[in-house]
């Protein structure tokens, strides 16, 4: 889907206003229009009838800050319905449904006058340990980028603009501020960016966040190849590019790269730098010019909506939050279909989590929720029963020692029922923004417990809240296991109805689930040093390692169980004129031309959904390549015994791949495989399909054929090194020390010492009395790894750059020059 006419034509008057308004504006009026006013706000030109529009945290929820503001979750927020996190919502593969969150989510924002929502996340989980997974789809670009549209879409069309982050590359927490992630050409192209390009193409977003990181030795936030080249010139994005909070290195740099909006607000400390620079000439009139009316079209864009100022249903979007919830539950193993239970069984719940649910993830994302529905309370609702389940929490969230009585409590508990249900998952302090996980497993107390019950309990089954995979060592001895990922406010309603049969469950991994953390392709790699991550494993990320190089998993890419059964038959390739078995890569769109059918059988006794997966594999050995990746979905509603053919469609971007000598997507004339079926390792229906195409292939040469043999896991640098067709790039040393430095580098100096107390003290503020072991590691990460540049910025003029400079220098022993610092500073 891609904009409509009407929708063409507003954007081409928007330009046109903007333009007009720009001829009105002064220098300083144009670089003023370019950073924040506040926090969170935009400035405005009263005299040009322009407000000052209010950005705001999401994705999953609104997080409308009043007073304090931050951007890790530490100051209140207004209160609102909080969705499903991202990861739960692609479990769901339903994009009309992510078009529907979207809208509740629009909705919620012009009752709360927010004219842009900070959202949808479609990184790459590059790393089951990532930190932020939770606010990312998946691990397939194609998929990210199919429900990033759907979202955008649906908040786009209440009037309020999306922010579509964070480009790119940003796939660890870990020195996300000062790391340069290095990947090559093709990998960035096939990986990483198609996620962000497929939503911009198909839904133009208002606007684009830059992220944090360099990429290939340049910061994102004056990185002109990605944000010119390739996000205006080649995919045509017409909103504006905001940089994350904090996130500008070189303001002048960022202007000319493309960069219009630098958030948050800081009182201007750059405008001097831009309007130098603009009367020297090292920085275009054109492109000052061209960053101010993108501005200025968001404004322009935004006023029909603060005009409306129109309340939202709280009760209707909680219903919306539960239907998303139900489809986001992933029915991982249903032996001897323990599942569903009976509303009559003797059953027993254990775990603290059925009584403090983990519902969203942490940081800047962090929703204050109009209400929750604890998973306990909806069990004894959904029941009715005068004698409820009896229920032990088994393990404490506030610490993992391992608490022999609790495990005895919950033994007595499960002695005396026919099926214990055990909520198990990741507490808050093992995943958040602002630092990636350790390792992948449950805390140490759940794991004990766990084992414990399965010595009592023939008929166990487990209910994860987390949200990202965990390793599953108790698989083989419990009957069935749910994952519920971090479900929203209704998330505990929703469990509740899967668990006893009121909803068939249809969700289906968007990621895989390893055996243990080691069999991650990037696993030697991943988060690298402070100040460089190397991308080694290049394509060879999620299912595309695990099905090519045939590593066992837990749980495959695209996985989910259901309360029915389903049956492929006939599939079909063909274009208008009938079945063919072989077409022209010229012939076909970008992602559209070549349709496939097949008809699917619900074979069960329950109606539900299915969720039917086409991959396009190749056996061609010119190029390496993964063995199957997704290149379309369908889900279809089906009755017990209905059949519907479902219908998929296939473009040249389907079979291609990209070409580093060509700097292009290029099609190999070759023999393809076009699999369907329930998952990436669940194929029912398959058959060879040829593809013509003209273009010139260049092979790969055998030195990246043995580097990229997905059994081989060395990826040695002189490979890694021709690959990136130039040398890796050299990081940048400690010493001497500079404004990208961070406060943990410097900490070891009496000055350093002194700026850290000095950021502690003012953060301390804004904190509650008791600070738990979550707030405190994004703390530790937040003050470590922030450059010294952010003290200027977040200080809003208190710290000015002088005065940064001067620190610098003393830092360095530069006492001569700190001196001519110092006197400039006092004009004499």
Request: hydrophobic share 40%; glycine share 8%.
């Amino acid at each position: 889907m891609t904009n409509s006419p009407t929708a063409e034509a507003a954007g081409r008057i928007y330009r046109e206003t903007a333009t007009q308004l720009v001829r009105q504006l002064t220098n300083a009026e144009k670089v003023s229009l370019c950073s924040g006013r506040t926090f969170w706000e935009l400035q405005g030109v009263e005299r040009l009838n322009l407000p000052s529009i209010w950005l705001t945290d999401g994705p999953h929820g609104l997080r409308k800050q009043q007073g304090n503001s931050d951007h890790i979750g530490l100051s209140d927020s207004v209160p609102a319905v909080c969705f499903p996190t991202a990861v739960g919502l692609a479990s769901s593969w339903n994009k009309d449904l992510l078009t529907e969150v979207g809208a509740a989510l629009g909705q919620a924002c012009v009752a709360e006058q927010v004219s842009v929502l900070l959202g949808p996340g479609v990184n790459i989980k590059r790393s089951p340990l990532c930190g932020r997974n939770f606010e990312y789809f998946s691990e397939d670009p194609y998929l990210s980028g199919q429900l990033a549209a759907a979202w955008i879409q649906g908040v786009q069309s209440e009037g309020v603009g999306a922010s579509l982050k964070h480009y790119a590359a940003n796939n660890q927490e870990g020195h996300r501020m000062v790391v340069d992630a290095v990947i090559d050409e093709r990998t960035l192209r096939e990986i990483y960016l198609p996620g962000f390009e497929i939503a911009v193409k198909n839904a133009q977003p208002w606007t684009v966040m830059c992220s944090y990181n360099l990429l290939n030795g340049i910061y994102l936030a004056e990185n002109h190849l990605l944000l010119t080249r390739i996000l205006k010139e080649e995919w045509g994005h017409t909103g504006l590019v905001v940089s994350d909070w904090g996130a500008c290195n070189d303001r002048v740099k960022g202007i000319a790269a493309g960069l219009e909006l630098e958030m948050p607000g800081n009182g201007g400390i750059h405008t001097p730098a831009i309007l130098a620079a603009l009367a020297c000439g090292e920085l275009s009139e054109e492109h000052m010019d061209a960053a101010a009316i993108r501005v200025i079209e968001l404004i322009l864009k935004s006023k029909p909506a603060l005009e409306r100022n129109t309340p939202y249903n709280r009760d209707a979007h909680h219903l919306i939050a539960q239907r998303a919830a139900e489809e986001s539950c992933v029915l991982l193993k249903n032996a001897a279909n323990l599942l569903p239970l009976s509303k009559q069984e003797n059953v027993a719940i254990i775990g603290e989590l059925a009584t403090t649910p983990r519902f969203q993830g942490s940081g800047s994302s962090q929703i204050n929720p109009t209400r929750l529905d604890i998973p306990l309370e909806e069990i004894h609702k959904l029941l009715d029963t005068e004698n409820p389940p009896p229920f032990a929490p088994g393990y404490s969230l506030t610490h993992d020692n391992v608490d022999r009585q609790l495990i005895e409590d919950a033994l007595n508990v499960a002695r005396n029922a026919e099926t214990v249900v055990l909520f198990a998952g990741l507490p808050d302090s093992y995943e958040s923004e602002g630092f990636d996980r350790n390792h992948m497993q449950l805390p140490t107390a759940q794991l004990k417990l766990i084992e414990a019950v399965t010595q009592v309990s023939e008929r166990l089954v487990i209910v994860l809240q987390n949200g990202a995979p965990v390793e599953l060592p108790f698989l083989d001895r419990v009957g069935a296991l749910i994952e519920t990922y971090l479900g929203g406010q209704a998330g505990g309603s929703a469990a509740a109805r899967v668990l006893f049969g009121d909803v068939n469950p249809s969700g289906k991994l968007a990621e895989t689930f390893p055996i243990k953390l080691e069999d991650a392709a990037c696993h030697d790699w991943f988060p690298g040093e402070p100040r460089q991550v190397q991308y080694r494993e290049g394509l060879w990320v999620g299912y595309r390692y695990f099905d090519t190089s045939a590593t066992p998993v837990a749980f495959a890419f695209g996985h989910g169980l259901s309360y029915t059964t389903f049956a492929y038959h006939r599939l079909r390739v063909g274009g208008e004129n009938g079945p063919i078995r072989q077409v022209d890569s010229d012939q076909l769109a970008e992602w559209a031309g070549l349709k496939v059918e097949c008809d699917i059988e619900n074979t069960g006794s329950v109606a539900g959904y299915e969720i039917a997966q086409l991959y396009i594999g190749t056996d061609a050995h010119r190029i390496y390549r993964p063995r199957r990746e997704l290149r379309d979905f369908v889900k279809v509603w089906l009755e017990p015994g209905q059949t519907r053919t479902v219908v998929f469609e296939l473009g040249r971007r389907g079979f291609a791949y990209w070409d580093e000598t060509a700097h292009d997507w290029v099609v190999e004339a070759s023999d393809y495989r076009i699999e369907i079926g329930a998952s990436s390792a669940d194929l029912r229906l398959s058959c060879s399909f040829s593809v013509l195409s003209g273009a010139v292939v260049t092979p790969s040469n055998s030195a990246l054929q043995t580097y990229f043999a997905p059994a081989k896991r060395d990826f040695d640098t002189d490979a890694f090194t021709a690959l990136l067709g130039q040398p890796i790039p050299t990081t940048t040393s400690i010493l001497p020390y500079h404004p990208n430095s961070t406060l943990d580098e410097i900490r070891g100096t009496f000055i350093g010492k002194q700026l850290h107390k000095l950021v502690l003290r003012s953060i301390t503020k804004m904190l509650p009395n008791e600070v738990d072991e979550k707030l405190d590691r994004i703390l530790a990460a937040m003050l470590g790894e922030m450059p010294l540049r952010n003290l200027v910025m977040l200080s809003g003029g208190k710290f000015p750059p002088r005065l940064l400079t001067l620190c610098i220098q003393l830092m360095n022993g530069q006492y001569w020059p700190a001196l001519k610092t110092l006197i400039g500073k006092n004009g004499r």
